[in-house]
């Protein structure tokens, strides 16, 4: 998963700055966000999720899901 967030965090520079967190360190995120289940991934805008995709992901799913957001 970090190969999967560090290239997406490489070619999504000056567009979003991605994020990887440990739901069970971070709980109060879990809630905060609505997270239901892992991995999860959340698009925030302005703090506030608007997109979440749940489940294991490809980087292609991944920028399919961003780019369908953003």
């Known amino acids: 998963m970090d190969l999967v967030v ?3 965090a ?3 520079t000056g567009r979003l700055t991605a994020v990887r967190t440990d739901i069970t360190r971070c ?3 879990t809630e905060r966000y609505g997270i239901t289940g892992a991995p999860s991934c959340v698009l925030l805008k302005g703090g506030e999720a608007v997109a979440h995709g ?3 992901m ?3 799913e ?3 899901f961003l780019d369908g957001h953003l």
């Open 54 to 56: 749940t489940g294991p």
């Open 62 to 64: 991944v920028r399919k």
């Open 6 to 8: 560090g290239g997406i």
């Open 10 to 12: 490489d070619d999504y």
């Open 27 to 29: 709980p109060a995120a």
């Open 58 to 60: 490809t980087t292609a």
